[in-house]
């Protein structure tokens, strides 16, 4: 624990002292990821950070007032791409309210087995990086054994791994295979131990715990007034969680319990995420459990594509068939915000409509976009190590920050 | 949501007069429309009354109406004990795009607002740092507005009349 330094000294005394600048990023191998900051140092410890932003901007928010409804789904894989389901299920649900479409409960079901995995895929790259950049490289390799579980399980489902583009508006294209339930049966099975595992090497770890308890903290009224969300919220002692708040795909069905932290500080935020991989686990053996029956998908032809053999043999799904894949098809006005749970907070989508086959305007709420201005307010005083890990355990993703 | 839209309707009404344009419910949303004239002290007033305590600003965008003659920035709040939300909307001339910031209120709309301005050109009047943010600095348009099309509408190496784009 060390104390921050009193940056309320008279200007006199600051006046003596020569400051150097220093160049974090964009391209270092500590901060993962395109993230520049200009540093203003007195020695080792920061007095000012500056980031800058926008190196992998891509004009997502503009491609998108381009396509058709269905082909922006792989747009939003390369916002936060370490959960990308999380998003892609999002837009579809903003879609399916839009439409107002029907979603049957088994595929509300399937898809909160897919996003809770992602969650814990999200969590395990933010936790073992954390660890990684503690000096514990152990916990890192280890556990991404068990991301490359997840990612087996995303392509048994659709093929992909990491840019998923899964599911559809509508829901499933097909049931899953009886690989795929195996997998997931073999993961809830056996990562807990593994998890466990890596919380013995770090979570009361002495070397973990003083590089990391009053680490970059955050206080909760300012977490607030920076807009946070997500884990880095609730580590700061607030309990808001989307899937919570405003229930969406079932999410009201499931016993879960959030968990919060007391000082927003990084080891709260690597408890918290720790925590919230333990619960997405008991979410996931619970849908499995009450998993209904039925089918995976709304009864929407305007959306959903039809079975391949009906579009070879009937006229009709040919037509439903060309219309969805030219993106001919128009949607009703409207205009909507729907937010899910990302991985790393509130993800929300602003959707006009005015009716035509693309959207008019939508914005993206992305949240580490927001959050992350609140960085050189958290890093004022620390040290340059400290600033480092205080970036990883914030969860900042560098295609969700650049949009 | 009806009692929502009524209630903060009923307040704004009687605390501000003539700066609700309009106020509907959009699916699971209110939604009102304020002149820009007001808008500062209306949030400030969401914001800081008892009983809103719209305290969270979850989103602040801009957008522009379809015949590209004004610009829109549109706020989400968000008061999270009761679990009400609200939208916000502002409408100006694209000629003339000033508003006052949100920055005064929270410090975590800075960059929202440097978003805005970096891709519609509205200009946050007393915003600390306005200037762009994902772009280069060196941009001379504002890229989202409609008026910059995606695809240079002139190419001819290019023919995709047949479906209609």
Not at chain 2, 50 to 64: I, K, P, R
Request: net charge negative; proline share 5%; glycine share 6%.
């Amino acid at each position: 624990m060390r104390k921050k330094l009193d940056t309320t000294l008279p200007l006199n005394d600051l006046m003596e002292k020569e400051y150097s600048i220093l160049n974090l990023g964009p391209t270092h191998p500590a901060t993962h990821g395109i993230f520049q900051n200009v540093l203003r140092m007195d020695g080792e410890i920061i007095h000012d950070a500056v980031p800058t932003l926008g190196y992998i901007h891509r004009a997502f928010e503009k491609l998108a007032e381009r396509r058709p409804y269905a082909q922006i789904t792989p747009i939003t894989d390369r916002l936060n791409y370490c959960s990308s389901p999380i998003n892609n299920m999002g837009w579809h649900m903003t879609v399916e309210k839009l439409i107002k479409a029907e979603i049957p409960k088994r595929a509300e079901y399937m898809r909160v087995i897919v996003m809770e995995l992602s969650r814990i895929a999200d969590h395990i790259i933010c936790n073992t990086i954390i660890g990684q950049d503690t000096g514990g490289t152990t916990g890192f390799l280890y556990l991404f054994q068990w991301r490359e579980h997840i990612y087996d399980i995303f392509e048994s489902i659709c093929g992909a791994r990491l840019t998923t583009n899964i599911c559809r508006i509508g829901g499933f294209e097909r049931e899953w295979n009886q690989n795929t339930w195996d997998k997931i049966n073999v993961f809830i099975k056996d990562f807990p131990k593994a998890l466990n595992e890596f919380n013995t090497l770090l979570m009361r770890n002495k070397i973990f715990m003083d590089r990391t308890i009053n680490c970059g903290p955050i206080s909760s009224k300012m977490a607030l007034e920076y807009s946070f969300t997500g884990p880095n919220l609730r580590a700061a002692g607030i309990d808001y969680d989307v899937r919570v708040a405003s229930p969406y795909s079932s999410y009201q069905d499931f016993d879960f319990k959030i968990p919060i932290g007391t000082s927003g500080d990084t080891y709260d935020r690597f408890t918290v995420r720790d925590e919230e991989m333990k619960q997405s686990l008991s979410i996931i053996s619970q849908a499995i459990k009450n998993m209904p029956s039925g089918k995976v998908h709304a009864d929407i032809p305007d959306f959903f594509l039809p079975p391949k053999h009906e579009v070879y043999n009937n006229m009709e799904a040919l037509i439903y068939h060309f219309k969805i894949v030219m993106g001919e098809t128009d949607v009703p006005k409207g205009e909507i915000y729907h937010c899910v749970e990302g991985g790393n907070g509130e993800l929300g989508f602003y959707l006009i409509s005015d009716g035509g086959r693309t959207p008019f305007r939508l914005h993206f709420r992305r949240p580490c976009f927001i959050y992350y201005q609140a960085y050189p307010e958290m890093i004022k005083g620390a040290l340059l190590s400290d600033a480092i890990i205080t970036m990883s355990s914030m969860n900042v993703i560098a295609g969700e920050l650049d949009a | 949501m009806e009692d929502l839209l009524n209630k903060i309707s009923l307040k704004l009404n009687t605390k501000f007069l003539n700066a609700v344009i309009s106020s509907e419910l959009l699916y699971d949303f209110p939604v009102f429309t304020i002149n820009s004239a007001n808008i500062h002290e209306v949030i400030r007033f969401l914001k800081e009354d008892e009983e809103l305590n719209f305290h969270f600003l979850t989103d602040l965008t801009g957008a522009q109406t379809a015949d590209e003659k004004q610009l829109s920035v549109i706020y989400h709040l968000h008061n999270m004990p009761k679990n009400w939300r609200v939208r916000v909307k502002t409408y100006f001339d694209v000629n003339v795009p000033e508003i006052p910031t949100a920055t005064d209120l929270w410090p975590g709309a800075n960059w929202m607002e440097r978003e805005t301005f970096d891709f519609y050109g509205v200009r946050f009047i007393g915003h600390p740092n306005l200037k762009r943010i994902l772009n280069v600095d060196e941009m001379d348009i504002f890229p989202l507005r409609k008026e910059y099309p995606l695809e240079d509408q002139t190419r001819e190496d290019k023919d995709d009349k047949m479906f209609g784009r």
